[in-house]
């Protein structure tokens, strides 16, 4: 083994200068002091408080004298809470996390800013919880804008009229209800009745319409959210939907702020001037932690031990909902609110304070849902204040008509169950009330493209289904949907315009539903006997020789039904004609 010299490559010169350790020092401190002399220190007040008791969601802090409503408090553990009792000695506090580290006497921490999220074009596609958080691995989310959850609604004279129409694509909403852009429409009934999946499919038609989606979950089963969650991206909808979600298991004070961040998400792209859709699924779970946490806070109780400013809560969110005038960018924020009924009780507290504070609202009955009507959306009850107005002119033609039949058949259904014999007339209402019925039946997942809707319309409107037999509906309603691009294309696209359709046009589409619908109309010798076919031949039978008693009194209710209806607003019509079924039963 031989040994090699340590060799340095470069030989520095030694430096001969000797000093002495005080010039070094000298040297050292006088650069200290200029440096210290450069700095200016500035006093920050802190203000420290302490925990005093920690309870489901909730903490109780002293020593904040001056903190404000609604600010976020800083809590050990990367926690934040928001000072919702505020007293001069104590401050009742709501976590928006988990809470089990946290002590009496821990010390917590002003922050002098208002709860706050994330917002902007990075956000579409994603999963995230009301702070902003992602919940689908999908990586930490970028954005360098945000907003206050909590944001006063735009001021009336920023607001326009609702003009423009919100197609859910589900046939018996954009036909009989209509929701406009901008408009605030309840969907209200009891569990399993198919509310979500009314706002799913809204969802998934705007893809078309270059409509941006929120679905804000709120205290949502996990499993649901997730089904809804792959839903919305089997069918390719998050391509332009936020999903903001809260579970069931969440601190109440992380459901309670899940509404107002989502929609401070989708105010951010309506001032921008984009049309957005938030669904809010489902308020009464929202409704339900705002009383947990109030009844912690030990506020008064009121009805149904809700808190007194509950209906202020859910105003204040809905109030955020509109149209804003072109000045302000044209954008518009439409919500689908839900609310979930209890044994078909719409005059609940929760559900009646929405009804006031929306433009309208969709009931699904949990009867019509048992019969396999399905969206069960109970056409009697459910009404659109705004959306009419905005609703396409092809539509708008043939609505009133429908509502009108369907309306009389609902009634009349009820009357033949009891077995009357019915006159002719009173016969054919019913059978196309039956064919309404079945045709505005839709699947789920399948929203109906506004071409598709209007020429089902116009050809049930002139009465072409009414000697089909129900069982073939489905597939004549697909024989005629098939036929449309058999329609002259100047033709469908006067569909979105305006102005009504043309006699010209209208007969075009007639000619070609005709013989679309040619193979399901009956044969020339069972054509007297049309009813020979369909489902309720015993009751309708024989009504024309003799007439009975109770024949005179149903063309007489019909009669009065017309005269009630005829020059009366749609909506009202429905409301008014109910209690005829009372009277009705008790003649029988
Ligand atoms: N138009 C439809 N056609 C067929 N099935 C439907 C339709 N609408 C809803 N359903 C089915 O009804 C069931 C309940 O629907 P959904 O979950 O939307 O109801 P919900 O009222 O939102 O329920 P919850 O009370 O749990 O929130 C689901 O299984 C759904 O697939």
């Known amino acids: 083994m031989r040994l090699i010299p340590n060799q340095s490559p470069h030989k520095e010169p030694v430096n001969m200068e000797t000093k002495s350790l005080k010039d070094v020092f000298d040297k050292v401190f006088t650069e200290i002091h200029q440096v210290r002399e450069s700095v200016t220190p500035t006093l920050t007040p802190k203000e420290v408080g302490r925990i005093l008791t920690v309870s489901t969601g909730i903490a109780n802090v002293s020593g904040l004298p001056t903190v404000g409503f609604d600010e976020l408090i800083k809590f050990p553990g990367d926690l934040f809470g928001i000072a919702f009792n505020v007293d001069e000695k104590e401050i009742g506090t709501v976590l928006l996390g988990e809470y089990s580290h946290l002590h009496a006497g821990d010390q917590v921490e002003r922050t002098r800013r208002v709860m706050d999220v994330a917002v902007g074009e990075e956000l579409l596609g994603r999963v995230i919880d009301p702070l902003g958080r992602p919940l689908d691995n999908k990586g930490p989310i970028v954005s360098s804008k945000r907003l206050p959850i909590e944001r006063p609604s735009p001021a009336i004279m920023d607001r326009a009229p609702v003009t423009v129409p919100l197609q859910t694509g589900v046939k018996v909403i954009d036909a009989l209800i209509p929701i406009g852009r901008g408009q605030r429409e309840l969907i209200l009934g009891d569990r399993q009745t198919g509310k979500t999946a009314i706002a799913i499919d809204t969802i998934l038609n705007q893809r078309n319409f270059n409509v941006l989606c929120v679905y804000c979950a709120i205290g949502q089963r996990a499993s649901a959210v997730a089904r809804a969650v792959a839903n919305l991206r089997e069918r390719g909808a998050m391509d332009y939907t936020i999903v903001v979600v809260t579970e069931g298991n969440d601190p109440s004070g992380l459901i309670y702020i899940t509404p107002y961040a989502a929609t401070s998400i989708a105010e951010y792209f309506m001032e921008s001037g984009r049309d957005v859709l938030i669904v809010y699924d489902d308020l009464t779970n929202h409704a339900r932690a705002y009383r947990e946490l109030s009844l912690l806070l030990r506020r008064p109780p009121g009805r149904e031990a809700y808190p007194g400013d509950i209906f202020y809560i859910h105003s204040r969110l809905l109030e955020r909902s509109t ?16 609310i979930e009924t209890e044994a078909q009780n719409i005059s609940a507290y929760i559900p009646t304070n929405l009804i006031s504070i929306t433009d309208g609202q969709i009931y699904l ?6 019969l396999g009507v399905l969206p069960a959306v109970d056409v009697g009850k459910s009404v659109s204040r705004v959306g009419g107005k905005a609703q396409l002119a092809a539509y708008r033609e043939v609505a009133g008509d429908l509502k009108l039949a369907y309306s009389q058949f609902e009634e009349l259904e009820t ?15 019913i059978e196309h009330g039956r064919r309404i019925r079945a045709l505005l039946k839709q699947p789920h997942n399948s929203p109906v493209p506004v071409p598709d809707q209007i020429v089902i319309l116009v050809a049930l409107n002139a009465k072409l289904f009414d000697n089909v037999p129900l069982d073939k509906m489905v597939e004549a309603e697909n024989s005629l949907r098939k036929a449309l691009p058999d329609i002259p294309e100047d033709v469908r696209e006067r569909f979105k315009g305006d102005k009504e359709l043309s006699d010209k046009d209208r007969e075009t589409i007639l000619n070609i539903a005709r013989k679309a619908l040619e193979p399901y109309q009956p044969k020339p010798e069972s054509e007297s006997k049309p009813e020979a076919k369909t489902e309720e031949n015993a009751e309708s039978e024989t009504q024309t020789e003799d007439k009975s008693e109770s024949e005179a009194k149903t063309e007489e209710k019909v009669a009065k039904s017309e005269t009630q209806t005829k020059g009366k607003p749609e909506t009202e019509t429905k409301t008014e004609e109910k209690p005829e079924f009372g009277t009705r039963t008790e003649e029988k």
């Not at 804003?324 to 689908?336: H, M, N, P, Q, V």
């Open 323 to 338: 149209h804003l005038l072109k000045e302000f960018g044209g954008g518009s924020l439409t919500a689908l609110p839900i």
């Open 415 to 429: 009357f033949t169950r009891f077995g009357a014999k019915l006159d002719e007339n009173t016969r054919r209402l």
């Open 365 to 370: 009955s949990p009867s019509l849902f048992e």
